[in-house]
Nanobody, 123 residues
Framework: QVQLVESGGGLVQAGGSLRLSCTAS????????MGWFRQAPGKERDVVAT????????YYADSVKGRSTISRDTAKNTVYLQMNSLKPEDTAVYYC????????????????WGQGTQVTVSS
């Protein structure tokens, strides 16, 4: 089993920045592909960004490309999502997720999920 604990959400004004963190435990961090997903009220859970086990491959949704950076720190078993130039449409619950094995960007392929952290961007 893998446990994921997120932090870093909150209320921010449009144009501001936030960094989300997610610390994993229970399994070798380097065996896990990691991802960030988000879900707004009444909408499906969508991918935001994903990162491969070694960190060499990343994927970003078009909606956040150029404004966000996903990274991972093996020494801390932590994955980060730096979000800049935030927009009201970025408002959602953000979930950290992990999967055993190779790179993937689809939510259904991720077996482990954090509890979610709320990000609210005011206009």
């Amino acid at each position: 089993q893998v446990q994921l604990v997120e932090s870093g959400g909150g209320l921010v004004q449009a144009g501001g920045s936030l960094r989300l963190s997610c610390t994993a435990s229970g399994r070798s961090f380097t065996s896990l592909t990691m991802g960030w997903f988000r879900q707004a009220p009444g909408k499906e859970r969508d991918v935001v960004a994903t990162i491969s086990r070694a960190g060499g491959i990343t994927y970003y949704a078009d909606s956040v490309k150029g404004r966000s950076t996903i990274s991972r720190d093996t020494a801390k078993n932590t994955v980060y999502l730096q979000m800049n130039s935030l927009k009201p449409e970025d408002t959602a619950v953000y979930y950290c997720a992990a999967r055993n094995g190779g790179f993937d960007t689809t939510a259904l392929s991720y077996s482990y999920w954090g509890q979610g952290t709320q990000v609210t961007v005011s206009s």
